[in-house]
């Protein structure tokens, strides 16, 4: 019995002994996960940390962008509005250059004007009249693609990839509009050198004009000239097909993108040669309506009855002359 005794003894000695051990044991990992709760609470605010400064800069990126091209957009309209510096009036009208009254001191302005004497000087004035009328018109409704193209590069910009500055794909589609403005300038001169547009710069042709909104309103209608307003109404979709990496990628997407707008524009601009090309109005009026068929939902349809519009106005300016 002694011995039961003793071994009961030590055998509930030595559960008392390893009982503690437990509870040592259990301490101890009570004890090791606080730090490892401190490290990922830690791991987590600096986290939250870089998040937030990341998107602090990404903020700052996104004014620079935001920034840069409404001081791109008002610089080229204030050019427009002080007169591209030409002698001449923003506000003659395409009735006034057809033998109408026009109002108050323009008419002694248009009286005084004389046909211009073209120069190499003034041949790459008038270029760059047209490149800032161009900036001013369009880039209103390339600003979705412009800043959807810099919400992209952030993105892949943070992720590790090359910064890719975004005036880099500004300044491929305006390059594309540099190249039409030289087409216009030599048309411009083409014309003048027939009379068919005076010296302040409108059309004084009846028949001309006429064909002119007759072909901008077909133009309207047709459907390369709504494959072309479909890449520049969904930045999303032409973004998708059309990314290129790199510096020079990004200028090439420009080009493309630019190629795209002229496709779908360049019929209408061309009718500044109808209206004035230094027509206030027709400049405002072409401009909104670039906008409101690009950036609307349901421009595609404006655009549409547009045309027809303008099939028939010329078609009774048509009528008219005969």
Known sequence: ????????????????????????????????????QRLRARGSEHGVASDTALEALLKRD?????????????????????????????SASSDGAQGGAMPGPLDAVMAAMQPMSWTAGTAVLMVFMWWMMMAAMMLPGAAPMILLFAAVNRKQRAAGSPYVPTGIFAFGYLAVWGLFSLVATTAQWGLERTELLSSTMVGTSVVLGALLLIAAGLWQLTPLKHA?????????HFLSHHWRKGRVGAFRMGIEHGAFCLGCCWFLMALLFYGG????????????????????????RIGRVAGVGLVAWGGLLLAGSL
């Open 228 to 236: 072309c307003l479909k890449h520049c109404r969904s930045p999303l």
């Open 1 to 36: 019995m002694a011995g039961v005794s003793r071994r009961s003894l030590g055998s509930g000695a030595g559960a008392r002994r390893q009982k503690p051990a437990s509870l040592g044991n259990a301490a101890n990992a009570s004890l090791g996960a606080q730090p490892r």
């Open 62 to 90: 996104r004014l620079v962008v935001v920034g840069g091209l409404a001081g791109v957009i008002a610089l080229a309209w204030i050019y427009i509005l002080l007169g591209a510096g030409l002698d001449t009036a923003a």
């Open 277 to 300: 090309v230094m027509n206030l109005y027709w400049i405002v009026g072409l401009a909104l309506f670039v906008l409101v068929e690009k950036v609307l939902p349901f421009g595609h």
